[in-house]
Nanobody
């Protein structure tokens, strides 16, 4: 599956951004990860297309909201109350022919398809 992410930018602390990720076709699971310079890629949020449950990293819970538009195979990440520590390259990711097991939904190595990344920079 092909993924195309967009929506990053430069924003002041306390500001908001919305990221989008368009998938070329429907899969089972989609998620957002981020990677700051010198850091490992970390989980941000995820969902399964078949249900309503969403999953978040503790660091973004209450500030970020993951959502989807099923008709457009598009996933969103609404980010509010942004902090300088949210600065990173944000990636969308997906499984493909096989569904990620629930216990692995926060693991980057469980996802097989990745978008190109979109930069989010939060100034203090």
């Amino acid at each position: 599956v092909q993924l195309q992410a967009s929506g990053g930018g430069l924003v002041q602390a306390g500001g908001s951004l919305r990221l989008s990720c368009v998938a070329s076709r429907r899969t089972f699971t989609m998620g957002w990860f981020r990677q700051a310079p010198g850091e490992e890629r970390e989980f941000v949020a995820a969902f399964r297309w078949s249900g309503d449950v969403t999953y978040y990293a503790d660091s973004v819970k209450g500030r970020f909201t993951i959502s989807r538009d099923s008709a457009k195979n598009t996933m969103y990440l609404q980010m509010v109350s942004l902090r300088p520590e949210d600065t990173a390259l944000y990636y969308c990711a997906s499984d493909d022919r096989s569904r990620i097991i629930l216990s692995s939904i926060r693991r980057a190595d469980a996802y097989v398809s990745w978008g190109q990344g979109t930069q989010v920079t939060v100034s203090s």
